[in-house]
């Protein structure tokens, strides 16, 4: 990973390459910065740049063999610590090295940018917490012990240093205040408060900050989101790149479920031709249970802005474009005929997808329903 993978941060970067020029690169740092800020990554990215023989005045060369191996997250200078627990495979005395390959490819699937919880769930340790134990201490004591392989610094990443238990923290003080010849420590936290003193006050402190709206937005645009759904979601994420990867899932999510719902109202509003609705109902069947109870929560909020919309509440419906245009057209079909037996109708298929029922005749059992309700609210908008 090389520095100018890095999303934003251009002001932190130079400081760490003009800290290197000086001669100024302390033993022991502490990486302080919130989730989806880029912490990890730029650590990598340092620690690449550092070992880089072929290094230019403000990156790695990212060819040599040296920055081969660091795109792999396997250098034999590079040593990664991190917070593990039991799973279905280390069924006892977790330690990072036994997740090395989990880790590795969770970096490699992310580009680094991960988030504790995408981690744990990479890891399959289920709702327990992760630690970074006396085991992992003890190795990393023996790694700094070892002269560097490849001649120049040896590099060890703590991440999530929060995690880090006492007994950890206890073993680690000698190593951390003076790590031999060579050896850089980098410690990567998010929050201050919760490391062990001792620890933090033994490490250089380097904050990251919180990534700019506009290094948000430009990133996203590069992976093609439009320029102003670019700007709405940097907005909301806070700073938090990871934040931002989320929202856009979830955006293509709701327009995903968005078409579908309105395919499907449109087959229940000429259910004659059974012939369509069956296939429907067939795929739904097919996408798995979480994508159908997102499906039918979508169902959910479109039956609440139509009555949002039908009581003049239309401004609180955040909507735009064919989504707003297709609540409102359907809104007319919304009245006192249906609205609560639809919200029972969906409320129950969510309760049943939940408790595994068989989803093919779930969903025709819920066309069929629809097609009845829609016909009522179309004949009560009609008389009234
Ligand atoms: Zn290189």
């Not at 989990?102 to 992310?110: F, G, K, V």
């Amino acid at each position: 990973m090389q520095f100018n993978s890095i999303i934003g941060q251009k002001v932190l970067i130079n400081k760490l390459i003009s800290g290197y020029n000086d001669n100024r690169v302390a033993h022991t740092q502490l990486f302080l910065g919130n989730e989806g800020t880029g912490a990890l990554p730029i650590a990598i990215a340092y620690a690449q740049f550092l070992v880089c023989p072929r290094k230019t005045d403000n990156d790695s060369c990212g060819q040599c063999a040296s920055c081969k191996k660091f795109e792999k997250y396997a250098h034999p200078d590079l040593h990664f610590y991190f917070p593990t627990a039991t799973n279905q495979s280390v069924k006892k005395d977790p330690k990072s090295s036994l997740f090395l390959a989990d880790w590795r490819s969770h970096l490699t699937d992310s580009n680094a940018y991960i988030t504790l919880n995408s981690w744990y769930e990479h890891m399959g340790i289920g709702n327990k917490q992760g630690y970074i134990r006396k085991d992992d201490a003890n190795e990393i004591i023996t790694k700094v012990s070892l002269k560097a392989y490849e001649g120049s610094y040896k590099i060890v990443i703590i991440w999530m240093v929060d995690k880090m238990n006492e007994s950890a923290s206890n073993k680690l003080l000698k190593t951390l205040e003076e790590p031999p010849n060579n050896t850089i420590l980098i410690l990567i936290g998010e929050k201050y408060e919760q490391l062990i003193p001792t620890v933090r006050s033994r490490a250089q402190l380097v904050k990251i900050p919180r990534l700019s709206n506009e290094d948000i937005s430009s990133q996203l645009i590069n992976k093609g989101v439009s320029e102003s759904e670019s700007e709405d979601i940097a907005l909301l994420s806070n700073g938090n790149w990871n934040l931002a990867l989320e929202i856009k899932e979830n955006a293509i999510e709701t327009q995903a479920n968005f078409l579908n719902f309105r395919k499907w109202l449109r087959l229940c509003f000429q259910p004659k031709n059974y012939t369509e609705l069956l296939r429907f109902n067939q795929e739904m069947a097919k996408v798995g249970r979480e994508k159908q109870k997102s499906f039918l929560n979508y169902g959910l909020e479109v039956i609440h802005n139509s009555i949002l919309q039908n009581n003049n509440h239309g401004k609180i419906v955040k909507k735009a474009g064919d989504e707003l245009d297709f609540t409102q057209k359907f809104a007319q079909f919304i009245n006192e005929a249906n609205q609560k037996e639809l919200y029972t109708t969906f409320n129950q298929a969510i309760y049943h997808i939940e408790r595994n029922a068989n989803a093919g005749i779930l969903f025709s059992d819920l066309s069929f329903q629809i097609v009845d309700l829609i016909a009522k609210g179309r004949s009560y908008a009609i008389s009234s």
